[in-house]
T-cell receptor
Framework: AQSVSQHNHHVILSEAASLELGCNYS??????LFWYVQYPGQHLQLLLK??????LVKGIKGFEAEFIKSKFSFNLRKPSVQWSDTAEYFCAVNFSNYGQNFVFGPGTRLSVLP | EAQVTQNPRYLITVTGKKLTVTCSQN?????MSWYRQDPGLGLRQIYY???????DKGDVPEGYKVSRKEKRNFPLILESPSPNQTSLYFC????????????FGPGTRLTVL
């Protein structure tokens, strides 16, 4: 079965620190990749997505992600985090050979200390 | 305002008592989906629908039913809820089958005693 893993369960950073959250998936075919953010008590919002083309994609709020096909990875980065980035982050993959089934990673909780 | 709505937002029920969680979207989206969110497991897809009268199982369909009789509505039905279905449920929709962004509803927190 397809699966998505996220390297860290909980990350704690100080403001202005750089962020990198890891995401790996299990399938070697064509994929569509997403990062979602969930602020406390809220629903999921899309940060960025990759379908094809430039493997470095830029999203909202200064986030970016790099797709490395050979490593089955789609890591999320931000050069300088803010307290308002405190949230849970989910990587999601649509495995195209499996139709419209979307698989989410378990999530990484980010706490940014002021 | 374009949105996905869910009702109820909070529900406490007892084992075996049938319940329905409604989901509605006003964006004329073809695709709708249900997820459950559990700590440490992320979101897991329960069922999805690519159009009216077309539904498919996700990763965790056991104990759930869905129907898609109208494009805008996609109710989730628990015929005989059990405590292991206590969870946070999200409905989502997207415009077409070309893997665009899913829009999520506000969530329904269900507790089964």
């Amino acid at each position: 079965a397809q699966s998505v893993s996220q390297h860290n369960h909980h990350v704690i950073l100080s403001e202005a620190a750089s962020l990198e959250l890891g995401c790996n998936y299990s399938y070697g075919g064509t994929v569509n990749l997403f990062w979602y953010v969930q602020y406390p008590g809220q629903h999921l919002q899309l940060l960025l997505k990759y379908f094809s083309g430039d493997p470095l994609v830029k999203g909202i709020k200064g986030f970016e992600a790099e797709f490395i096909k050979s490593k089955f990875s789609f890591n999320l980065r931000k050069p300088s985090v803010q307290w308002s980035d405190t949230a849970e982050y989910f990587c999601a993959v649509n495995f195209s050979n499996y139709g419209q089934n979307f698989v989410f990673g378990p999530g990484t909780r980010l706490s940014v200390l002021p | 305002e374009a949105q996905v709505t869910q009702n109820p937002r909070y529900l406490i029920t007892v084992t075996g008592k049938k319940l329905t969680v409604t989901c509605s979207q006003n964006m004329n989206h073809e695709y709708m989906s249900w997820y459950r969110q559990d700590p440490g497991l992320g979101l897991r897809q329960i069922y999805y629908s690519m159009n009216v009268e077309v539904t498919d199982k996700g990763d965790v369909p056991e104990g759930y039913k869905v129907s898609r009789k109208e494009k805008r509505n996609f109710p989730l039905i628990l015929e005989s809820p059990s405590p292991n279905q206590t969870s946070l449920y999200f409905c989502a929709s997207k415009g077409d089958l070309s893997y665009n962004e899913q829009f999520f509803g506000p969530g329904t927190r269900l507790t089964v005693l």
